[in-house]
């Protein structure tokens, strides 16, 4: 990093060099593809945090129960291209869907357009072809508010 240091008419260029140390997330053990990642395969380790791949992941709670897309080695540092969230809603799959208002509820049957994790917002098409869009919730139905 160049660094411009100016004093009047005096101008310096000055190279430095940043390192930040820091806690972030390890595999605690070899974790196979498909794994589903509790908190027991995690360890917090502290080191160089400017050395580390992108997009790694620095909170358990970011990488707990998701599912490993590769193999993930002990003590490897682990990045958002390493794991996907573990998905409720398949794409085609026949969800319920429950459609909430004031003072009603409708329930009815849908396929999945995508695939879906826990609080995302997935297309879903109706028997007349109408395509709509809800929250999938913990169960594996879609929920619409209005």
Not at 62 to 79: C, E, G, M, R, Y
Not at 97 to 103: A, D, E, K, L, Q
Not at 118 to 142: A, C, D, F
Request: proline share 3%; glycine share 6%.
């Amino acid at each position: 990093m160049d660094i411009l240091l100016t004093c009047d008419t005096f101008t310096k260029h000055l190279k430095t060099e940043v390192q930040v140390t820091g806690k972030y997330i390890v595999a605690n053990r070899f974790l196979p593809r498909g794994t589903y990642i509790s908190k027991s395969d995690l360890k917090i380790i502290s080191g160089r945090l400017d050395i580390l791949p992108y997009q790694t992941y620095f909170n358990e709670k970011d990488v707990i129960k998701k599912i490993a897309l590769k193999n993930i080695f002990p003590l490897q540092s682990i990045t958002s291209f390493m794991i996907r969230p573990f998905w409720l809603v398949h794409i085609n799959q026949k969800v319920t869907i429950i459609i909430i208002g004031t003072n009603f509820k409708i329930i009815s049957k849908g396929t999945a357009l995508k695939n879906g994790a826990n609080n995302e917002l997935v297309p879903i098409k109706m028997s007349n072809n109408h395509i709509i869009h809800g929250l999938v919730n913990k169960y594996g139905n879609v929920v619409i508010y209005l």
